[in-house]
């Protein structure tokens, strides 16, 4: 069962989104319910409880058009939902750890951390004039978190999304999203 109201509260508090973008939250979170039952599976709430957060957001990565038109709506909103349950039940993050047979762990959230300190570092290799335009932190807009928001020679902003590993389907998509979001909730 969906923490709906509490998640609503999370978003507002946490997130600054408005209502419209609470409900359009809430509409894809229970569409992503929907299509777990459907699998044989329990419903979000209950799968992230046994299951824990990286399979839940598995299972979103995978999620093909043949399931839902829009899987990249569904891996965003997964994300916060699994950002909420972490932060509601005081527990520390779900970290992935990888490892190779003779090389030490490394935790999957560590390297995408240290992978966008080291991007923000390097934004000038990256394009020339190319600057920070977010303070140093991730910039919240309604379809999930920018990674790192910069602003080109022109004054155009740019959008960086990092991925840690090979890079998942639906990535395209859903920078696309940001920028979308960013430019009708900026204007």
């Known amino acids: 069962m969906i923490r709906t109201d ?23 979170l229970n569409r992503a319910d929907r299509l777990l039952k459907e699998e044989g599976l329990e419903g979000a709430d209950e799968f992230l409880s046994k299951e824990g957060s990286y399979s839940l957001s598995n299972w979103a990565k995978n999620l093909s058009e043949e399931r839902d038109s829009r899987p990249s709506d569904i891996r965003s909103v997964v994300k916060k939902y699994i950002e909420f349950h972490n ?4 527990e520390p993050l779900e970290v992935l750890s990888i490892a190779a047979s003779s090389e030490p762990q490394v ?3 560590n390297l995408e951390k240290d992978m966008q300190a080291a991007a ?3 934004l000038h290799q990256l394009e020339a004039g190319l600057a920070e335009a977010d303070g ?3 910039q919240s807009v309604s379809t999930g978190r920018i990674d790192i928001l910069a602003r ?3 004054g155009h902003h740019v959008v ?12 395209i998509e859903q920078v696309l999203g940001y920028a979308h979001a960013l ?5």
């Not at 960086?160 to 990535?171: D, F, N, Q, S, T």
């Open 6 to 28: 509490a998640f609503k509260d999370y978003m507002r508090s946490v997130s600054g989104f408005g209502g419209a973008t609470q409900a359009s939250y809430i509409s894809i």
């Open 87 to 90: 932060n509601d039940n005081d």
């Open 107 to 109: 935790s999957v959230f």
């Open 120 to 122: 923000r570092r390097q």
């Open 136 to 138: 140093g932190r991730e």
């Open 152 to 154: 080109d020679e022109k």
């Open 160 to 171: 960086i999304e990092l991925k840690a590993g090979r890079c998942p389907k639906g990535a």
């Open 183 to 187: 430019k009708s909730e900026r204007h």
